[in-house]
RNA sequence: AGACCCGUAGCUCAGUUUUGGUUAGAGCGUCGCAUUGACAUUGCGAAGGUCGAUGGUUCGAGUCCAUUCGGGUCUACCA
């Protein structure tokens, strides 16, 4: 037996590959189902510390739900995440020298399927070290055959049904991507930013209005001003015409409520091409363009927004020649400068606004005119509304529900089409007067419509969330309709960040609605977000992320600063991220193992919104672990020193008090579990293994086996003792899945169990009801060994004195026969010489009141009456002084006329309890006085 | 502008809803003591909190209500 501490190197990626290797996560037949669906990580990706945070949870879920018997599936699989994946191979592109557009389509998705291949397993790999017992016969990609037709299935379903439409509309356009984005995906960030004021000359006259803008360059586009109806300043203008500078044309003044009397001007400019407000002010208002380029208000019917900017948003049509081909910032500059030199330009302002940003580019968006695919949202919605409203989904905690609505009830329409070549391409085909039809195939499109000319097939891909919100029953095989679907859909519950609930699990219920007809999930668990210790948000740029595998593993500074400076967007923080990162982890970071990881995410998953992962805790659930492979080495020891034989045995009180504890925790886990409180769970085990397994229960069967005299006796010790600590095992499995398998076996083995297969199988099968009145007994033993390591703590002079204990008849006979019956160990374990039942108190004694009774050690020559007398009078001051509260309350008539009799009765409990202390110290006291 | 979350021991957090009711808990850290048989990744013991503030409801408030201060998040935004 090698004295090292807990190695967890040694056996995790083993055992995970002996659990995976037996099939035994895969799902069985059973009709009481469990199921999850993991939400799906991008593919390319790599684990941080929020998928390291929720997939421990998931894999709790599902473990502690297979072990009681249901059957499971956790739906594995990875998303191809448009967007982010397309980005990373263009830079890729970039740095051999080249462009999407230089080596085309094909190539382009060849080149991303061959980046796939290189860092795809990464991130799958990696579940597999978190001990995630994911079903990975069902993997899924959601750019597998079958998951592109569940896809192509549901759009064109949609398309049918006139859910989805194309418009011509304003969209957020990300001008660096070159493609449109959903609200969603758009950050707005505060900033102070400038306003300029420009004068608009009257037709005719050679007076002026102005009008204030941050985008002086849109007003190439402009086609209005706008006035409020009803203010009096701008009345007269109104059907009037003003000339747009630098552009030599006329645009119509309009009145609109819209505009703000109170704010700017007074006086809009209206940019319907270039800006949302304006674009539905330019509707109601038929503002369009004739051939010689004047502007007019008209009906609805008449709107057409002129576009002065091309995907690139550099400046084209409309726009006077001078100005083409500049870009948007470059064109915002010659026109302030021009603006000058007319002497139209009034001021220059700091102001604070807002920006729109790109999520993924981080690059200011302008709204652009462009044809895209909407899905009608407010349509789908509505069931999915009903489906929370009416509880057949929860979220917890439940206030998310809220956020859900908020959102729900206010949504737009989504805009699904995406300017990107990875993805799902929309199956969408253009005969020749332009009609689009959908189909799985230009084939499949031509026989359903009927169709002989030549067909152009969209060029556009769909949203990343367009198809992840398919996820719980595309991965199933839908549109088939097959006995998985039927076993396993809805799913029990989604685990996932507040940060995603309406990109995907709004989107997920309303889908799963339309198509299934049920919800995808019965309750949604949304988990806090993971930030570092200080509470900031873990990102690249603030240099504070850790990887999951690294706190596994343990990493060196260098790898760690190596980890965290490359690739950098801000070159310019490199410095910092180094000094911060090197106070913080001057040795680097430790191994710690899963199981360590695992507990310290579970230690933290309280309700709240935010979880500040502290390094520090994870240190001592590593410790935790190393706890629980000594208690298994002291077991294997007693196994083996006593030549340990499998036999039926007889019960004692420690394992009887022990096996009651654990009933009992396990019990409150169950609740806690289906809680979603794996906080309190972890440290309610946590104190049951460590409080009551390790510093009683192994201290008491020492001790008992120590002093046992014959084989029998100490046999069935040891065999208690050996099913408590399987029902340890099986109930921390599904927290700390290594250790316990490996301990589990281990120990099957040296106690020559017939092999029992593995904890994740084979269920809470030693955990059982037992003698509770034994666990109130041995409890208060436990109290009186606490009390007497109190006084020696106390009285420096007796720390490791054998003593003689006398108790006093005030305890009840039971206890008083237990006390006996177990007098050499609890004399082992207090190093004790005797104990006595008496009222009859040595003069010179320490005395201690406990509940009901007390404890006397006789000290002759060893205590200084004066010192004991001093501390007893403390005691007694201090039950003097709860008296006087208790008292107070209940002589107080209104407390005990309208407070509810239990709770009076318990404070007349108490009274009467501090009062017979109170007697017992007085006496103490007296007898100590001279 | 609206919605939401957080504030409890030196630090990181439970406890606050359904149900207001003893002396407000844990881990880490701190202090004192312990040393060869499971474990120093250890054991035993201790100290440490007017629960952000104010007011109210109540016999009774960390918990309910109102106001307020500080920190944070989301949604929507006016030129």
């Given amino acids: ?80 995440a448009g967007i982010a994946t397309e980005m990373v191979v263009e830079r890729r592109l970039n740095a051999e020298g080249k462009t999407k557009s230089d080596i085309g389509r094909e190539a382009f998705e060849e080149e991303v399927w061959n980046w796939k291949k290189v860092s795809g397993n990464k991130i799958t790999s990696q579940l597999r070290r978190l001990g995630s017992s994911l079903d990975w016969s069902s ?31 304003l969209v957020n356009w990300d001008p660096v991507l070159e493609t449109s984005l959903s609200d969603l995906e758009v950050v707005n960030k505060d900033l102070t930013i400038k306003i300029w004021e420009i004068k608009y000359q009257l037709e005719a006259t050679d007076k002026f209005v102005t009008v204030a803008t941050t985008r002086p360059e849109t007003l190439l586009g402009d086609m209005a001003l706008a006035v409020n109806p009803s203010d009096k300043r701008f009345s007269h203008l109104i059907g009037k015409k003003a000339s747009l500078p630098l552009c030599n044309r006329l645009i119509p003044i309009v009145a609109d409520s819209y ?32 051939e010689d380029f004047q502007c007019h208000s008209g009906a609805e019917d008449d709107f057409v927004p002129i576009s002065i900017f091309n995907k690139t948003v550099a400046i084209i049509g409309v726009a006077p020649k001078k100005f083409h081909g500049m870009d948007r910032f470059e064109a915002r500059k010659v026109i302030l400068e021009d603006l000058k030199k007319e002497k139209l330009l009034m001021s220059e302002k700091e102001y604070e606004s807002t920006l729109p940003y790109g999520d993924r580019s981080d690059q200011i968006l302008e709204p652009l005119l462009t044809d895209q695919w909407y899905v009608d949202a407010k349509t789908l ?160 740029s603030k240099g504070n992320i850790l990887d999951p595998i690294d706190l596994i593993d343990g990493v060196s500074l260098e790898e760690l600063l190596a ?69 298994f080495r002291f077991i294997e020891m007693q196994i083996t020193n006593h030549s340990y034989q499998s036999s039926e045995g007889s019960k004692d009180i420690f394992s009887d008090w022990m096996a009651s504890k654990i009933y009992q925790t396990a019990k409150n886990c169950q609740t806690h579990i289906k809680q979603y409180r794996f906080d309190l769970a972890s440290a309610e085990i946590y104190e049951l293994v460590w409080s009551n ?47 316990t398998e490996e301990l589990s076996s281990k120990l099957a083995d040296l106690s020559k169990l017939e092999k029992s297969g593995y904890l994740v199988e084979n269920g809470f099968n030693h ?82 009141t406990m509940d009901g009774y007390k404890i006397i050690i006789p000290l002759e020559g060893l205590i200084d009456p004066e010192e004991e007398i001093a501390r007893l009078q403390k005691e007694l001051a201090d039950v003097e002084n709860d008296i006087k509260i208790i008292n107070a309350k209940l002589a107080n008539k209104q407390f005990v006329d309208k407070a509810p009799a239990e709770v009076v009765k318990k404070e007349k409990v108490k009274i009467s309890d501090a009062e017979s202390k109170k007697t017992m110290l007085e006496k103490s006291i007296a007898k100590l006085q001279p």
């Fill in 563 to 631: 980890k965290r400076t490359e690739g950098m967007m801000q070159p310019q923080l490199k410095e910092k991220i180094i000094q911060q990162t090197k106070n913080q982890f001057p040795e680097g970071i430790e191994s710690y193992g899963t199981d360590a990881l695992r507990y310290t995410f579970y230690s933290l998953a309280s309700p709240g919104r935010d979880i500040n992962f502290d390094i520090g805790r994870i240190k001592g659930y590593r410790n935790f672990c190393n706890k629980i492979w000594n208690a």
């Fill in 139 to 169: 993997e899924r990609f959601t750019l597998d055959e079958e998951y592109q037709h569940a896809v192509l299935s549901a759009f064109i379903q949609l398309f049918e049904e006139g859910l989805i439409y194309q418009g011509k509309r």
């Fill in 767 to 848: 955990t059982k009801a037992s003698n509770q009145s034994n666990e109130i007994q041995l409890d208060k033993i436990i109290n009186i060994i606490s009390a007497l390591r109190v006084i020696r703590a106390e009285n420096q002079n007796i720390k490791n004195e054998t003593l003689n204990l006398i108790i006093s008849n005030d305890l009840n006979s039971d206890t008083q026969s237990i006390i006996s019956e177990n007098e050499g160990v609890i004399s082992g374990i207090a190093k004790l010489g005797k104990i006595e039942f008496s009222d009859q108190v040595p003069a010179e004694s320490i005395e201690k």
């Fill in 1 to 80: 037996m090698d004295k090292k501490p807990y190695d967890p190197s040694d056996i995790e990626q083993k055992l995970y590959k002996a659990w995976e290797d037996s099939g035994l996560f895969a799902p069985g037949d059973n009709p009481e189902a469990y199921s999850l669906a993991i939400p799906p990580p991008n593919v390319t990706g790599t684990l941080h510390m929020g998928h390291g945070f929720q997939n421990a949870i998931m894999d709790c879920l599902i473990r502690y739900y297979r072990m009681s018997g249901k059957n499971t599936l956790w739906q594995v699989g990875t998303d191809h």
């Fill in 259 to 290: 505009v703000d009397p109170e704010f700017g001007t007074g006086v809009v400019k209206i940019t319907p091409g270039h800006d949302f407000n304006d674009y539905d002010l330019g509707k109601r208002h038929g503002l369009h363009m004739d």
């Fill in 693 to 739: 397994f390790c510093d009683w229960y192994i201290e008491f069967c020492k001790v008992a086996i120590q002093k046992s005299d014959n084989a029998g006796q100490t046999n069935s010790l040891i065999k208690n003792l050996i099913t408590n600590f399987y029902s340890i095992l099986e109930l921390l499995h599904p927290f700390m899945p290594f250790i």
């Fill in 381 to 540: 919605a509505k069931p999915a509304i009903d489906a929370v409203k009416s509880g057949e989904i929860q979220f917890v905690p439940a206030n998310w529900e809220k956020t859900y609505f908020q959102w729900m009830d206010n949504i737009q329409d989504w805009c699904i089409s995406r300017q990107l070549w990875w993805g799902h391409r929309i199956p969408i085909w253009y005969d020749e007067s332009n009609k689009p039809h959908a189909g799985f195939s230009e084939k499949d499109v031509r026989e359903k419509h009927n169709l002989k000319g030549k067909l152009r097939q969209e060029e556009d891909v769909l949203d990343t969330w367009f198809s992840s919100s398919l996820w719980t029953f595309a991965t199933m095989g839908w549109p088939e309709k097959n006995e998985k679907l039927s076993l396993f859909h809805p799913t029990t519950t989604l685990v996932t960040g507040f940060d995603i609930i309406f990109f995907w699990v709004a989107r997920m219920i309303m889908m799963t609605k339309h198509f299934m007809k049920e919800v995808p999930f019965k309750e949604v668990y949304i988990t806090g977000l993971i930030k570092d210790e200080n509470g900031q948000k873990m990102s690249k």
